[in-house]
């Protein structure tokens, strides 16, 4: 089992940055795929940015140039730093792991963007 938490969410107005971390339990983290999702009230969860084992990036479309994925296996960390925040990137925002069909889930952090 590992544990995830996440930090670093927060109200910031438009155009303003942040940057969230996902601090896993076990040092195990390095071998797994990590991502961010995010969910906003009455929407579904959507993919934000993934970064593989190998260190491999992906972006969803609406963050492209404005959010960067990272992880720092020797912390067992992993970070988002969000730049350009727009009202429609408020969501709670929320770290998984994954490796071999295995996921583990952090609980999440509020990222509000007010216009």
């Known amino acids: 089992q590992i544990q995830l938490v996440e930090s670093g969410g927060g109200l910031v107005q438009a155009g303003g940055s942040l940057r969230l971390s996902c601090a896993a339990s076990?040092?195990?983290?390095?071998?797994?795929?990590n991502a961010w999702y995010r969910q906003a009230p009455g929407k579904q969860r959507e993919l934000v940015a993934a970064?593989?084992?190998?260190?491999?990036?992906t972006y969803a479309d609406s963050v492209k140039e404005r959010f960067v994925i990272s992880r720092d296996n020797a912390k067992n960390t992993g970070y988002l730093q969000m730049d350009s925040l727009k009202p429609e990137d408020t969501a709670v925002y929320l770290c998984?792991?994954?490796?071999?069909?295995?996921?583990?889930w952090g609980q999440g952090t509020q990222v509000t963007v007010s216009s």
């Open positions: 998984n792991i994954n490796r071999g069909g295995v996921y583990y």
């Open positions: 076990r040092s195990a983290f390095s071998l797994y795929d």
């Open positions: 970064i593989s084992e190998e260190g491999t990036t």
